[in-house]
């Protein structure tokens, strides 16, 4: 987990400047490393956001925070978002393209 962490961290600086059209919101520098600087994730554990429905993103990264979807990965990444920040999230990974 912690080696995870790390490749998580390193990506998100390298992808980070990458990002397209919209800006990526601040705390996306952290879902880098798993779900791609664009949502397309590079690992077939990791789902891609691109092109989600803002809705379903936004749903889903409540229910993390707020423990009615129960996932270990997801939750450290989730745990102190505001609503704002999630809600600029789902937007963000809604407006990339799938690829
Ligand atoms: C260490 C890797 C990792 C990081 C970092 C990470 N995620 Fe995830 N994410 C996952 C995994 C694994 C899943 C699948 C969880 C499951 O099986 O329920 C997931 C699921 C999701 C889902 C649900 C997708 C779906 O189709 O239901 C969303 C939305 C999401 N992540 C957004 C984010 C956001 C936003 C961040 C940054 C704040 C982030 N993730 C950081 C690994 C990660």
Known sequence: MKKLLMTAVTASFLFSAS???MEAPAKSVTCVGCHGAT???MVPNFPNLAG???TY???QLKDFRDG???NAT???FVK???DKEITDLA???AAQTAK
């Open 91 to 93: 937007a963000f990974y």
């Open 68 to 70: 009615f979807r129960k």
């Open 52 to 54: 989600q429905h803002a």
């Open 57 to 59: 993103l936004e749903k």
């Open 19 to 21: 990002a397209s059209a």
């Open 39 to 41: 949502g397309n994730s």
């Open 74 to 76: 997801m939750a450290p």
């Open 80 to 82: 102190g978002l505001t």
